[in-house]
């Protein structure tokens, strides 16, 4: 089994309150677990109103197959997200057996 992490930073400018940031974590949140069926969850950072920090997991069989995946998930992130991206980190765990 592969296991793939994404952690993606980003910086709310402008954002003035911890509920203004989990109307944009939801959202973000939502949209890649309907898109890419992985899972997401905030991770570092809850009590700052203008930093967040996304981990995305997802698993397969094959390395290609996760790499794949986190790519194209961050490509959308990219794409849609109203906040700036300031760090992407990517790490793959396998149970080489």
Do not use: W, Y
Not at 5 to 33: I, M
């Amino acid at each position: 089994m592969i296991i793939g992490v994404l952690t993606l930073e980003f910086r709310l400018h402008g954002n003035r309150s911890l509920k203004e940031k989990r109307r944009v974590a939801q959202s973000l949140k939502q949209k890649l677990r309907n898109t890419f069926n992985v899972a997401v969850a905030e991770v570092e950072a809850m009590d700052i109103h203008d930093r967040l920090v996304l981990g995305i997991v997802t698993a397969a069989n094959r390395t290609d197959k996760v790499e794949s995946r986190l790519g194209k998930a961050l490509a959308m992130v990219e794409a849609i997200a109203p906040v700036e991206l300031t760090r992407c980190d990517t790490e793959i765990f396998s149970d080489s057996e």
